[in-house]
């Protein structure tokens, strides 16, 4: 435990985001699996959409009954001036682990294959789709689940509190027909959401910025919905397959070493243990060292 502090803005955006979400996705479910609407139609997407705002909605809920600092919590939510390698993170990092999960599945079955998207401009199209489909839940599942409960709990409990309840709010999707999540391996998601919540963590921990895991959610989805994933391949059924065991693996690992690296209570580059900063450190050195010797033959040769 951190310190002492009010949970009743997390309790009330998780249930105000669970009303919205369940009332409209439940609903769905019910007209979706007696032919009632179909994927693509008015009611259905109506539907859809507004179940997938409650995370979105449900932060300015809950700050309107507890403090009103809507002032503070919009300063978090566009925060951009942050370094530039936060944003490649942002972007890039969850591509690096898919690459890697690509190359270990085709290793181990010899006969992987990637469906990546053929149409260019869709890859510029699927980011603005995934900031309806998935973004903007970081209003709530960062803006306010993260930023409350991690005053409370180290980063490990908050990730798993918060990549727990992420997945519940998912759970309507699995038994809509037409969407993702419908007929996926329910394990599989579970845990590649709970992990994912950890590289959320890690990122909004060290940033602060609301913006910058809205960017690394929308590219998360996107790279699946380009085609670098072997979930596009093998998640879209209910069993458990050798290469979304690698998938999770590797989240799993990566997880561990940002863990190790920078510490499991903030996991922030405030925790960064004694021993990595002396290799930094001496690595500077040498590299100093290197750089005087450099400039020191070149005044001679001059």
Known sequence: MINETNLKKPILFILSTFLI???CWWILVAISTKGISENGEPLFMVLYLLGGLG???GPFIAIALTDRNFKEYGK????WKVNIGWYFFAMFFILVLELVSIGLSAIATKEFTLNLEERWYMWFGYLGLMLIGG???EFGWRGVGNHEIGKKYNSIITSLVIGIIWFAWHLPLFFIPGVYQYQTSILLFACSTVVFAFFLTFLYNNTGSILLCIIMHVFSNATHAWGFSVG???MLTDRI???GVIEIGVFFVAGIILIVIFGHQFMSKKEIPPFLT???????KITTHDEQIAAEEKNIED
């Open 21 to 23: 979400t369940y009332t």
């Open 55 to 57: 995370p979105t909605v």
């Open 76 to 79: 978090r939510l566009l925060k």
């Open 135 to 137: 973004g903007l839940e």
């Open 232 to 234: 596009n391949t093998i």
């Open 241 to 243: 397959s050798l290469e």
């Open 278 to 284: 002396k290799i930094v450190t001496e690595i500077k």
